[in-house]
């Protein structure tokens, strides 16, 4: 591997693009569960959503995969795609939100540095839900290196913490 510098700070992830069999699916989970908005559509073939009216975080397509099938356990491809919340409280919410949908949890995990909520979409894809803490409070070593773990999340201490 060469020996470059690391990449630039304040360099992130801006979207993922993701294949789906039913776009009217996907967008009720998306959507009508976590409530993200419709930022443009194509017809019946691909959506573009966010948080916030940014142009989009997620964009949603049938271009490859109309009416397809998950792919099958033990291939390669997206474990999942993470959506950040700014606080507790909004994972709170995004929780409360699963729940009432009837959607199970695949996990709940606290890892030190944040607190991420598991579970799948409607096409099987992972989905992770994460607040992330303070730098300040991550979990550090004696040397001062992270020391991230992953402990079982108390789900009802986190939906004390949602904002009526």
Not at 28 to 50: K, N
Not at 64 to 75: L, R
Not at 99 to 113: N, R, T
Not at 115 to 137: I, T, W
Request: aromatic residues 8%; charged residues 20%; glycine residues 12%.
């Amino acid at each position: 591997m060469p020996d470059n510098p690391p990449i630039i700070s304040g360099t992130r992830i801006g979207h993922v693009h993701l294949k789906v069999a039913d776009l009217e699916r996907a967008l009720g989970f998306y959507c009508g569960v976590l409530g993200f908005e419709i930022m443009q559509r194509m017809g019946t073939a691909a959506a573009f959503i966010s948080a916030g009216g940014y142009h989009h975080h997620i964009g949603l397509n049938t271009w490859e995969s109309k009416g397809g099938q998950p792919p099958p356990p033990g291939t390669t491809g997206l474990f999942h795609t993470a959506i950040l919340y700014p606080t507790r409280p909004a994972l709170a919410d995004a929780l409360h939100r699963v729940m009432q949908a009837g959607i199970a949890l695949d996990g709940a995990s606290d890892h030190g540095v944040s607190e991420a909520l598991y579970l799948r979409d409607p096409d099987e894809n992972g989905v992770e839900l994460y607040r992330d803490r303070p730098k300040e409070e991550w979990p550090r070593a004696t040397d001062g290196s992270l020391s991230m773990f992953t402990k079982r999340l108390d789900l009802e201490d986190l939906l004390g913490a949602r904002e009526s």
